[in-house]
């Protein structure tokens, strides 16, 4: 590695360190949820009585076209339909009306939640749809994880920047800890070394962090872009290209609008427009925009997952009139470039849905991995320190923290699952989050000594996902019977992994000894 | 590899050498200034300066996307550099030049003196 | 996740797999002694990093994620894994594999199964003629040597 001096070196571990103790409590927050939001929606799926049916594999065209005729035309200005995990069809018809707090143009519109088999509207909302969650997410429980990812649920742009800072010190800890460390490649096959504490801790924060360097990396990089864009570098690229016209950057860096034509136009037929979409780019339609339905210069949108060897989204045009392809095109600009596979690639990137399940669990296990380097990273800075009082409580808050935010995310879970059927899951996730954390809080203040501390968040957390499956068929969840028979496989699959966890952890907790051995809480040199 | 050392100037009439000194006298606030907003309002310029200069290419989107997207990068670069630099006078040199460099090519390109080239 | 991205996988992971039982450190930390395999390093590395190439540059970004992630991953596992944990799992497969090995080797040098065999009984009957010989030139030198080779005899 990179030959740096003693001040350097210095330097760097001081940023390291300085930077993980600061705001690596957040980060492990942050990158947690993540790591739990990668599975979003199988979790949907799971929290939310799942169905197999896909809203967009049946054929939605009569249902519609028969929705938009009942609709003023003000209405039909743009349309968005997509399907939840609860296997509904949801189809958004709004136009752009400025916000009477904020004055700011916002969507405005009628809501559907269709019933894809029936046809039967089983929903149905108006008004700023954005705002209120309830209307549009299947899953409580999905919504509070991605937010508490995403924003760690402050206001925007606060929430946005607030990420955004975390994943650079991801990437500053991660680049400044290759920089530090003289022997990575010497030591990348050095496993941990048992008997002597301080040696082991660091072996063991070496070995993963080496090994995770690359992913880190990605993570921090593409998870910084998507805080950054629309926060920082949006408005002020528009301000120094467009001269400050977002709408004339928006025209050129998205498809620019048909020229104007409001005479009304039967409009194409979107099964027959799937089809095609399907066939032209590969992987299940996800998304469907139509820009002027029922107009002459109408244009449909159509966006697939990923699928035939392709890593990100496609977007294919269609005419909204006449049903004519009108290409595919890339997620930023109306041709291919480097550019704008460069920024098709981030999405797939940061939350690893490229390749179905496979990718997904690699993604989660990646992830995992992170944490484990923040957490056993800052262990290694409290053990280096554990003769002062107040290292040896902060040692604490990082177990306290470690253990705690899975038992809160197991709360929030029970609190959604609990109140789906007498309350609103919207307003009682978060509720559940912050009683456990409140919980998980007390005992960190309630136990004194660190590794007794660990020993009862293991039993806690062990219980908690033994129990988790319970609650939720309790809360009305399917049975194992109905998602077999349904062909739910995430039902099952979630429910078996929270058991597996609990049971691992009994054993660990069984194993571990009650006392650990004094003489090994003495503060060790390095090497 | 040797360790680099700092080299003190000696011919102190330069105004170079005043700064310098000047820097050297608080290295640990001086750093700080320069790994904290200094590498952010470089990394902000720089990537607020690139559209006047980056090629288009084939989509008309490149001098848009590059900046957009390399945004985290820049920050990292400046940053580490900021806190590598063993010679903190010519760090302070460097930071202060891509701030002032980038910072006129983005009120330039504000301003709409190369709108041709931008748009 | 593909056939090409899976085998690329398992191939990179036995070669990080031999180049972590035959790593110096490794062995020395966990005081194991030092590796009677050859370590080929620079053989072991290729091996690691061809699979990635070969996926990058013949099949798609997809599989090269994949591989990219689950070399990441099983490295690590890999590498975590304690050392004389792994020697005693490597030695069990090695004997585990042994038979199969050994018939692959046969067929592959173009011998037959019987030829094979042949050879290796040959081999055993030289090695037992060679220990016979050794043993009774120790019995005439001395009656402490002879006691001891009786020893070796019966065990």
Known sequence: MMQLSQNQTK?????????????????????????????????????????????????????????????????LAETSIWENEAGELVAFFHSHVPKPETGENADFGTLFRIDPVSAVVLDRHEGFIWERPDTWETSALRHFLVELHVRLHLPDPWGLLATGILALLLMATALSGLLMHRHLIRDLFVAERSRARLVSARDRHLLASSWSLPFAVVLAFTGSFFSFASTVSLPILAQVAFGGDREAMMETLYEPAAPADDRPAVAADLDSILTRSTEATGGPPVFVSIHGFGRADARVSVWHAAGGGRMGFAHAVFDGADGRFLGVRPGIGISRSLGSDLNDLMWPLHVGDFAGLASKCLWGALGTTICFVILSGLRLWVRRREIDPAWRRFGRAVTTVGYGLPVALIGSACAAFLSATAGDPFFWTPVGFSVAALAGIALGAAVPENDRLALAFRRTLAWSCLLLPIVRMAGGGRSWAEALANGDAEVIAIDLLALATGGTLRLLVRRSPDRRDAAAQLPEPAE | MPTPTVTHRRNTGQPYAALASAIRKRPQVIRWILAGPGATTAAILTMAAMPAWLPR?????????YPLVLAPLIWTVAFLYAVVEPNLPRGVALIAGAVVANGLVTILAAGGAFTGSVR | MSAAAVLATVTTLAALSHLAATDPKRRRAAALPVARKRRRAGLAVTAALCPGFLLLTAADGVDFTLWLSAASLGGWGVAACPPRRAARAMVRLARATAAPRHRLAGILMGRSRDEAAGRIAELERRVDELQADLAASARRRTPAAAHCTHEVDAA
């Open chain 1, 11 to 75: 330097r760097l571990t001081a940023v390291h360190g300085w930077g993980g103790v600061v705001l690596g409590l957040l980060l492990y927050v942050v990158v947690a949820t993540g790591t739990v939001a990668v599975f979003g929606q199988e979790i949907a799926k799971w929290s939310a009585g799942a169905s197999s049916s896909r809203g967009i594999d049946h054929p939605i065209d009569a249902i519609v076209r028969d929705l938009a005729t009942k609709l003023p035309r003000f209405y």
């Open chain 2, 57 to 65: 290419g084939a989509a008309g989107v490149d001098n848009i996307v």
